[in-house]
């Protein structure tokens, strides 16, 4: 099975999945901007259209979009600030992510997760059979490790980039 990786083997100069557009939208989220590529950053409290990804969003007020920064996206890449300390310290809270929906993780990515519930989480995929998997906090003295069958757990994208800000005053 593909893991979708392959599916961007383009060079940065050329990007096939890049449309020329006057405003950045849900319709187009790999856009062109003078020289910068933006990608749509979804608030924690909007995370659950990232569960959405498949159909094509339109209209949805209040999502910003930020500058790719050179790196490498496809046409469903998304953003979203680390909404808490459970993978610190490599990933601090309010540290922006990249998000990579439709890849399937491999052992020791980290990923973005969904529970059965409905409740969303950063957590490292820890691979147990085909099937199973275990969501694992980098902090556990303060966060616990799920289980995709106990838990009902869906996995939503990986997380490709990490951009720390020193300064969190946003």
Not at 142 to 163: F, K, N, P, Q
């Amino acid at each position: 099975a593909s893991s979708g990786r392959d599916a961007y083997p383009y060079p940065r100069d050329v990007h096939p999945l890049v449309t020329f557009v006057a405003e950045p939208s849900f319709n187009n989220p790999v856009t062109f901007s003078g020289t910068t590529l933006k990608i749509p950053l979804l608030s924690w409290g909007r995370i659950e259209l990232m569960s959405e990804l498949n159909d094509v969003l339109t209209g949805v007020e209040g999502v910003e979009f930020v500058d790719a920064d050179g790196q490498e996206i496809g046409p469903k890449t998304k953003s979203v600030d680390m909404p808490d300390d459970s993978m610190s310290p490599r990933i601090e809270r309010g540290d922006r992510l990249t998000l990579e929906p439709g890849w399937q993780p491999e052992p020791g990515e980290i990923v973005l997760i969904k529970d059965g519930s409905g409740a969303h989480y950063i957590r490292r995929f820890k691979h147990v059979r085909p099937g199973h998997f275990i969501a694992e906090p980098h902090n556990k003295s303060d966060y616990e490790s799920l289980d995709s069958i106990a838990d009902g757990l869906t996995v939503l994208a990986v997380v490709t980039a990490r951009r720390e800000f020193l300064a969190k005053r946003r």
